[in-house]
């Protein structure tokens, strides 16, 4: 039956079917303002109808806080017979799932435009205590002046409310956190890790745990255990700087990823001077994408995820074993950085070489000597040989310089940007002083200068506070 009014709002025409209810547009006759009006319907189980005025009720409390220039704005609430309604800011531009959909990309200054506003959002809201719990492309709005705008906090947390049920899952499992997925409690970097699969699926058209057998198991368990492919490798004209930014922000642990929405949105406006570009850590899948219920919102009970999919293929077991390979690298490596002073240097000189498993600086090769022939004939450079005719072991005539940094901190040696730690965990340097500088966004940096002896190994250990 077509609705003519909602309390005082006259409809005009039907914009789109909700996950609650139809969305109309309106206009709002007092001011003579249009407006979006988001409805529920109430012919419902009883059970249903509990479970959907409960969400319904919370987005418009949630919402109506939120005074920020990339949050939708929420009028008025009410009710109308069997409908429930929300009078909210009409928008006038298009989905981001629309123009995914569309094949059209955007270019990477755009990209990191449009997903550094919706960063600024999240920040604002998490700073009034609020988690969307729900960020996708269906949910970004971009406007015809280019701003952007965050719609349906449906499903956000209040801090000081009610939690979801235990065992309840709501979300969208393609931009689904570990811990959603999981059944876990969440708090902003939740949201976090969602937008970092949107900013990959803009930079490449491809969902970062999507894929031609997107089933809603497989799905899930690529959120818990597989990284896709770096957005690079997967389309060579984006700057790999993206590789970092979409890595911190998809790191399984939260921990691990940004600590703050407003952190990511600095690096992203930021890109070009970025020099950290670690990879993604393992491939994902590939090939052509197929539409599946991986971008809706569901609610399931947390006994129905499975440990794994029921596939097994070499690639799948592969990818799981990097995963956590990486998990245990990073456990490793937060369990080494926890000293009860906030920064320490550690000294140590070996007395053999040692092999680098991750430097960031390759070593020279070994010393080598040049040697005159007799006859005048062209000289010969030969390594130096023992007089039992073995090669001999070369003097070091390097150091290494490890570092542990928690959360993490861009490295300056000598005034020159060396990326950020972690990933970055140790680079050969020539012997003598360096002035050392680590930097993170939001706190004082930190300085010190180093002298370092041959064949000596030194670790800075910094936690900003």
């Keep these: 039956m077509e609705i003519e009014k909602l309390g005082r709002y006259e409809i005009l025409s039907e914009l789109g079917q909700g996950a609650m209810g139809v969305v109309y547009k309106a206009v709002d006759p007092l001011i003579d303002r249009t407006v979006a009006i988001k409805t529920i319907n109430l012919n419902l189980s009883k059970d249903e109808l509990v479970d959907f005025e409960e969400r319904f009720n919370r987005e418009a409390k949630s919402a109506g806080r939120l005074n920020h220039p990339n949050i939708v704005t929420i009028y008025d609430v009410g009710r109308a017979d069997h409908v429930a309604f929300m009078a909210m800011e009409y928008l006038e531009g298009r989905e981001l799932k629309e123009i995914i959909a569309s094949g059209e990309m955007l270019q990477p200054d755009r990209v990191a435009e449009i997903i550094s506003q919706v960063a ?37 947390k209040m801090a000081s409310g009610s939690r979801t049920q235990i065992g309840i899952i709501l979300g969208s499992p393609k931009y689904m956190s570990p811990e959603q997925v999981a059944g876990k409690p969440v708090d902003g970097r939740s949201d976090i890790f969602s937008l970092g699969a949107v900013l990959y699926e803009l930079l490449t ?75 993604l850590n393992s491939a994902g899948s590939s090939g052509k994408i197929s539409a599946t219920d991986g971008d809706a919102t569901v609610r399931l009970n947390a006994s129905q995820i499975p440990a ?158």
């Design 120 to 156: 600024d959002a999240l920040a604002f809201a998490h700073d009034h205590g609020i988690v969307h719990r729900d960020i996708k492309p269906a949910n970004i709005m971009v406007l015809r002046n280019g701003s952007v705008k965050i719609t349906d906090f449906g499903i956000a």
């Design 205 to 279: 058209g491809k969902p970062a745990f999507g894929g031609e057998d997107s089933t809603l198991t497989t799905i899930m368990y690529r959120v818990m255990n597989e990284m896709p492919a770096s957005p690079a490798d997967v389309n060579p004209s984006i700057p790999v700087a993206f590789n970092y930014i979409v890595a911190r922000a998809l790191a399984k642990l939260p921990e691990n990823r940004y600590q703050s929405a407003r952190e990511m949105a600095n690096d992203l406006r930021n890109f070009k001077n970025l020099t950290a570009t670690s990879p």
């Design 308 to 465: 794994a999919p029921s596939r097994s293929d070499g690639k799948k077991w592969a990818a799981f074993i990097a995963a956590a390979i990486f998990v245990a690298g990073t456990v490793l490596f937060i369990t080494s950085s926890r000293e009860p002073a906030l920064t320490a240097v550690e000294d140590k000189k070996p007395t053999t070489p040692q092999t680098t498993l991750a430097a960031a600086v390759i070593p020279p090769p070994p010393a080598e000597t040049e040697s005159k022939a007799p006859d005048g004939q062209p000289s010969i450079t030969a390594p130096t040989k023992m007089p039992d005719g073995q090669p001999s072991i070369a003097t070091p005539t390097q150091a290494t310089l490890g570092f542990a940094v928690l959360p993490w901190g861009e490295v300056f040696i000598d005034g020159k940007n060396q990326g950020a730690s972690p990933p970055l965990r140790e680079i050969r340097l020539s012997p003598g002083k360096h002035q050392i500088e680590i930097k993170n966004t939001d706190l004082p940096p930190y300085r010190q200068t180093v002298e370092l002896e041959a064949g000596a190994s030194k670790t800075i250990r910094h936690k900003f506070k």
